[in-house]
């Protein structure tokens, strides 16, 4: 194992680029815009690699996201956020150079959008098809057009983009047919309501994609363009859905081990909440925190028995391990653990480490 | 409301300081050293305020951040995480120019620690009073003899400090009755230990101190020092347990709010798992992230009927709110959220903003 001494998000080059071509490589034999959702990662250096294959234009989660990737040579961005015109001033610095689409769910932030507005921008209409997180009713023509009227009433500044929506739900699958129903649901919801807008608007798009639908699914007839943003690095929630193999998780924590507990069947790393946030995951019949694995070589391997992370102070985790693999386990070594959610993992960890030792920097 | 775009993590100074002030006077009254933990709000600027009341020596969770607060000027630390060997050169050079004090739970780590030392330690014996985290068992006379006697051989680099506890069980606790038991037997425990050493050892140290017990109980017989961090912006999860009331919370996430959903009872802001943390607090028959409160001149108050987080995503949280509370929320507004656990909001935000506009930088 590399030089370790505290907790280090490690990242496996060969792994994440392989889930990068896999997604690009479907979205081209499905002929849909690849928009990679890039709030994941957070960082230029992994988005080289969807340039490697051919990536041109991204998806990110906030106006500051969006103004760090502006800064490394994005210039096709969305920010798949409800409107928050609060941030005018980074919105108006970004647009100059780049061409970016905004989000919106109502008419009362695009108005106050609209008075401070100095770039052309072009506007998302999020829509709702069944997660109940953010986005407008399908039905409720009466608020679509409104924004839409209101976009029409500014096309100087505001050009209409389409309609997107994230089936969000889809996390809460567990099989392949679970993801099938809810995608089905959410593209017939969204292709319903872009045929209402077709003759008046033939060019707008229809974006769509979670991670779970995008790995699993092959029909999305209607849709554009994809976005899925977790699959770059996949997770154990992903496993649990069935999107991907464990052996598809780009990232793991690595932590020292602090101390050894025979007696309780339990082992102290460094690595608390702050390093795994406390996402957690219900498996088996228990909560818990992330799945331990062994460094071999390159990359890395599940003990033979279950070792998974059972509890999580600030900077303590506590790690259930039992029998040979317990007692494999010295005060000293360095063991990974796989995150339950990766982008909260890399989010808390700020930075990456290479297994050829480079570092690979996240937004600030 | 201040000029605020974006979720920002906001510090009240004078709740602060007077949460700082009511512990150090309580530590004095009770003739304790108070030896405050950081890892709460990780800031030098913040850590001024205890300077203020006369604190000379802290605790912190790991060695970066004891390397945080050496370099500004804080020369009596206390880490209570147990030690981690290779971390050996950041000790060493932390340990040239400070009284540093490591916490010990095994004899490997402190085997391996003694071949690399090349400045004078402090070493404290982390014994578990019932937490089941870390710490040595304190019947275990084997194992701490062996680490006494280690510490014996080396008396040119290491020095025996005495024993240390956390009796963080005391978080599961929900009223003054049930911390009093936790503490009495914490305290019953560690000092019965003490008692075997003190003839050996007149000279050392019980340390002890979690925020429930040192906010609530007055007897700490038999102990030196005591070491609460949390008090200093105390959280939801403390108001559950009885230790602080809502008006000592001093710190709150301000939120623009992106979305409002009347008929689903609730409204979306710009605030998720990536700033609030996903740790949560069953409370009142739900789960929930935090509560809401609204920006009143110079601090925040609680709205007349319950708004609480309800679920989080990476950006996104989901408020439920009613009647009129509900309705009074419009797109565009600014509204807090209190934590459930101030310790991992702090360490999510990585900045504070108070309420005179000055930005407090935390370690990074």
Not at 80 to 90: C, D, K, Q, T
Not at 107 to 119: A, G, N, P, Q, W
Not at 208 to 226: K, N, Q, R, Y
Not at 261 to 272: D, K, N, Q, T
Request: hydrophobic share 40%; aromatic share 8%.
């Amino acid at each position: 194992m590399m030089n370790i001494s505290q907790p280090t998000l490690l990242l496996h080059e060969q792994t994440c680029r392989a889930n990068i071509k896999r997604m690009a490589e479907k979205a081209r034999k499905l002929g849909l815009v690849f928009r990679p959702h890039f709030k994941t990662h957070q960082s230029y250096q992994v988005g080289e690699w969807f340039r490697d294959v051919g990536v041109t234009s991204i998806t990110v989660s906030s106006v500051k996201m969006a103004h760090y990737f502006s800064q490394h040579g994005w210039n096709d961005i969305t920010i798949a956020f409800p409107l928050n015109a609060h941030e005018h001033a980074r919105i108006n610095e970004i647009a100059t150079s780049v061409s970016l689409n905004l989000c919106v769910v109502n008419t009362e932030s695009l108005k106050v959008l609209i008075r401070k507005l100095k770039s052309r921008v072009g506007i998302f209409i999020e829509v709702d098809t069944g997660y109940r997180r953010t986005g407008v009713d399908p039905t409720d023509t009466g608020l679509i057009n409104g924004i839409v009227n209101l976009i029409r009433q500014h096309t100087n500044i505001l050009s209409f983009k389409g309609f997107l929506c994230h089936a969000g739900h889809s996390y809460k699958a567990r099989s392949q047919s679970d993801v099938e129903s809810i995608h089905h649901a959410s593209m017939r919801s969204i292709v319903h309501l872009s045929n209402q807008f077709k003759a008046a608007y033939p060019q707008h798009v229809v974006s769509v994609g979670d991670t779970p639908s995008c790995s699993l699914m092959d029909a999305f007839t209607g849709a554009h363009e994809i976005r899925p943003g977790n699959f770059a690095f996949y997770d154990l929630t992903q496993c649990a859905i069935g999107s991907c193999y464990q052996e598809d998780i780009a990232i793991a924590l690595a932590c020292p081990v602090v101390a050894v507990y025979p007696s309780r069947e339990e082992i102290v790393i460094h690595g608390g909440a702050v390093h795994l946030s406390k996402d957690n995951l219900f498996e088996e019949g228990r909560v818990h925190f992330g799945k331990v694995v062994f460094f071999t070589g390159d990359k890395w391997e599940l003990p033979a028995s279950p070792m998974y992370v059972k509890s999580l102070s600030q900077e303590h985790g506590i790690i259930h391990a039992e029998g040979e693999d317990l007692n494999k386990v010295q005060v000293g070594d360095v063991i990974g653990v796989l995150p339950v959610h990766s982008c909260l993992m890399a989010d808390a960890m700020k930075e990456y480490q290479l297994f050829n030792g480079s570092i690979f920097e996240m937004m600030h």
